[in-house]
């Protein structure tokens, strides 16, 4: 699974939009969209984005509250 499709798992599991997520990163919703579309995101913001969403990323997503694995 490419990172993009984890990271749009991760916003419904967290019930988030893309909205949502730019405005915590303090991105634009266009820089997010165009990322994901090209799939193209860096380690470094893949942590970012999981901070924002209270989850931990080791090449998965963990949810920190439920520990949950999304993969």
């Given amino acids: 699974m490419g990172m993009a499709k984890l990271v749009k798992t991760l916003l419904l599991e967290r019930d988030m939009r893309m909205t949502d997520l730019a405005e ?7 820089n997010i969209s165009a990322k994901l579309r090209r ?12 901070e924002a ?8 997503f963990t949810l920190n509250d439920t520990g949950k694995e999304i993969k």
């Fill in 24 to 30: 915590k990163l303090g991105k634009s919703v266009q």
């Fill in 39 to 50: 799939d193209n995101l860096s380690e470094k913001e893949l942590h970012d984005i999981a």
């Fill in 53 to 60: 969403c209270n989850a931990t990323f080791t090449g998965c």
